[in-house]
């Protein structure tokens, strides 16, 4: 037999060499007579249990002593001096062996928890589902470490189940690293604190782990030996061996590491091993297991003992430190200010001071810059479309620049970013289709609506209303938040469409003739989306009409207004490749991190930059490269006037008290918006440090959109997904690897006001450039611009999280809390009911019926009742606090 040779180094007062010379093995040695070890093991003594912990070994040190290993050489030389010269011989030997003969063996020691027997669910599912199976070998006489693991897989392999699906052979090559050095592969043991070396193993029990890919379910055999037996340097008195074999395609919760922290926490006490080792019977055995097991769950659930816990909201903190007060009109509004104007000098101060924090505002700035700009061009051209020009881009930019300016300065939390959106532009329309139907000024009609909502958002802010926003827990906010995604994707697509229709899918482009004068009026195309398409020769935007050569695939028509309907194929598909291609550039570099190109610094660098680059690199594309491709762009009609006064003196007094009626609606939707838009930004998750200022946020909001509405400016509120993504583009992200998992936790975030008062400088600067330069900004861009917005935004939402699970293979599960305390199929239940109440959302909040729209604000009002009075009747509260709490 080769020699084999395993030199291991251990941090200790003494070093100490292995050796093990399978040659000089005699034949008592081999036919697995007990060797003679010295005695290294330490009587054990009680610790605390702070001071245990549990040591997994995935290549570990434990091949030492066993059944057929020669003794160990304990001393700062590897061999005596009386065999110098056989090891030479030897040496020479093996130098000129087969490279088969050599091995490396890589060893590493890694901390892993203890089980949470209180709070994960699979611990006691664990311990029930083996205590249901019996695996149990007690007084078991072997005492080498091959031999006892040979007799526990014998027993294992007697199952019918087992022994059809995998072999003894196989599940050595599973648990031990080589055949000819029994070195197992995988193990679990306990450590302590220790006055000499800082800490000592818990040589009393190991745990042996192996996942194997023919076995379809987890075994677990516990072996209580006959008495201690050294099975290696780590383990010289070992009287319990576990081992878990495991599927290797297996859920995270079902591995064979989370069963073997099951087993190995329940064997860290002492006094616990004390009791199995004076067990009479299996059914004795059991039964401690079974009362250690209850008894783990109950102590792990005091208050005291929590290592895993739910963070409260910032609302649940804000009640916590309120108390009661004899006066309580506007007692939120005044405890906000006082939390928040300490902060109000270093909100400025900490958007210079710091490392990184000037290439973070700088790369954030621009972010906001463009995050806001161009979906303020977007929903300015939707409002001129929806008002006839009453409100158009001017008045959106200039809406957004001042209520922007006015709450970065004035706001509490400055990492909220304002927002005119949809529903707002929605809201906008309803009320120029009123005042159409009943013949009322729309300048007077919008200020009075915008004005009661003022009203209404004081009178929730002096009653401390914020304070029910404590019901809107996690569940709600990340409906909402999936909605608001799913709308932002719903107006790129319907863009889409419409382009298409107008340019692709037309009788033109199907080959319809209609040069034929004699038949022309009979077959004259109704389709509106037949219209002539208009190319900005000038800043005057003259009107041409491109007439395309039939070589080139394009086909002339009579419209029925007598004008010229052309098939521009190439212009859809620019449109969808502009669109798509802003997309891909912006969450390619918004991912760049997880790359392993250039270093740290540049990749960071190009994620902080993404959105901007996109945006700059495709408006090229569209504007200059595909410059023969015509493209027509947003509508832009300069204003002799920008500030005129609402003759509110016009409305008569059925008008204003139906003004009243959209009003309170409107409030409950800013309401709702601003509120869950705090929430998200003041996540426990973000680790923000000043402190929220709900009340007082909703104030300022009033006041801003009091003053737009006088002059019939759009409203602006709290926007999603911007204000969660303002906070992400300003902190610093660390990766946090979970059993092969990668999910990024928040480190710090830079709180501060310059990023704000920056870009919408930026933004009113913008107004200068209008028509051009932003006239060179395709309109796909801005529809590429709102779906990356989409995509980013479900980072992090556990909603979407919890969707994807439903196609996702069990064995690639992330080892999420909620995965790890929830029962799968009350998880899967969750997320049902969650998606049920966001597609009611999405059926009136996208109804092609306006006044059906109006009731959206109220149904996100009833998302709390329905998450406090009907889902806890599906779920237990142990389950709810999991599913819908901040886990930490």
Known sequence: ???????????????????????????????????????????????????????????????????????????????????????????????????????????????????????????????????????????????????????????????????????????????????????????????????VSGFDFDQNWICVMCDIPTVTKRHVVIARLHGPANLGSNSQEVQFVILVMAPVREKSTKSSLETARTFATLFLDMDFRHQLLL????????????????????????????????????????????????????????????????????????????????????????FLYFACVLPNIAFGMLNDNNTNGAIDVQKVLFSQCVGGLLFAFCGGQPLIVLLTTAPLALYTKIIYSICEDFDLNFSAMFACTGLWNAFFLLIYVFFNTSKLMKYSSRSTEEIFSLFITFAFSADAIKDT????????????????????????????????????????????????????????????????????????????????????????????????????????????????????????????????????????????????????????????????????????????????DQNISSALVNAPSNKLKKGAAYHWDLFVVAVINAFLSIFTMPWVHAALPHSPLHVRALADLEDRVDQGHVHQIVVHVRETRVTGVISHVMIGLSMLMLPYPLAYIPRPVLDGLFIYVAITALYGNQLFDRILL???????????????????????????????????????????????????PLLIMLLMPIRHKIIPNFFEPKYLKALDGHAH
């Not at 196609?807 to 799968?824: C, D, K, L």
């Open 806 to 856: 439903f196609f996702t293979e069990q064995s690639a599960y992330p080892p999420n809390h909620y995965i790890r305390r929830v029962p799968q199929r009350k998880v899967h239940l969750f997320t049902v009911l969650q998606l049920v109440q966001l597609l009611v959302l999405c059926v009136f909040g996208f109804s092609p019926i306006p006044y059906m729209k109006m009731v959206f």
């Open 497 to 672: 469409i419409k382009d298409f229709n107008k340019n692709y899918n037309t009788d033109a482009c199907h080959g319809v003739n209609y040069s034929n004068s004699t038949n022309q009026n009979a077959s004259l195309p109704t389709n509106s989306s037949l219209t002539t398409v208009s190319a900005m020769t000038t800043v005057g935007m003259t009107t041409t009409v491109s007439m395309v050569n039939a070589t080139n695939s394009s086909v002339v028509g009579v419209s029925a207004g007598g004008g010229v309907a052309e098939c521009l194929r190439e212009n859809s598909i620019l449109f969808l490749l502009l669109m798509l291609g802003t997309v891909w550039l912006g969450i390619t570099l918004f991912n760049f991190t997880k790359t392993p190109f250039l270093n740290a610094g540049k990749r960071e660098m190009l994620a902080d930059y993404a959105l901007p680059v996109a945006v700059l690199v495709m408006s090229f594309f569209g504007s200059y490269v595909f410059r023969e491709v015509h493209m027509k762009p947003f509508k832009y009609k300069e204003r002799d006037q920008m500030f005129e006064l609402a003759p509110l003196h016009l409305l008569p007094a059925g008008a204003v008290l139906a003004a009243a009626g959209l009003g309170f609606s409107l409030s409950l939707l800013f309401f709702m």
């Open 279 to 366: 067990a009479e019977s299996e059914y004795e055995f059991k039964q401690l297991l079974h009362t250690r097991t209850k008894l783990l769950i109950e102590e792990q659930g005091l208050p005291e003992n929590r290592k895993s816990h739910l963070l409260l909201s910032a609302f649940e903190q804000e009640e916590q430190e309120g108390g009661q007060s004899r006066f309580p009109i506007a007692q939120g509004l005044i405890r906000d200010l006082k939390r928040r104007l300490p902060h109000y000098l270093s909100d400025f101060r900490d958007g210079f001071v710091g490392n990184k924090t000037l290439h973070k505002v700088t790369s954030t700035t621009f």
């Open 1 to 195: 037999m080769p020699l084999q040779r395993v030199k291991m180094k251990l941090r200790s007062p003494k070093r100490v060499r292995f050796a093990i010379d399978l040659d000089d093995m005699s034949d008592a040695e081999t036919s697995g007579g007990d060797p003679v070890w010295p005695q290294g093991g330490r009587d054990e003594e009680a610790v605390a249990p702070e001071d245990v912990h549990l040591l997994e070994v995935p290549n570990g040190s434990h091949g030492g002593p066993s059944g057929n290993s020669p003794g160990l050489i304990q001393n700062n030389e590897l061999a005596p001096a009386s065999t110098s010269t056989a090891n030479s011989d030897r040496r020479r030997r093996h130098s000129s062996a087969d490279e088969d003969d050599f091995a490396l063996l890589h060893g590493r020691f890694e901390k892993v928890p203890l089980k949470d027997f209180h709070a994960e669910i699979r611990a006691f599912k664990d311990v029930e589902d083996f205590l249901s199976r019996t695996l149990l070998m007690l007084d078991l006489q072997k005492t080498g470490l091959p031999q006892i693991i040979d007799a526990m897989v014998k027993k294992l392999l007697e199952k019918k189940e087992v022994s059809s699906q995998t072999s003894l052979e196989e599940a050595r090559h599973a648990i031990f690293t080589q055949d000819s050095v029994h070195t197992l592969s995988k193990t679990i043991q306990g450590t302590m604190t220790s006055d």
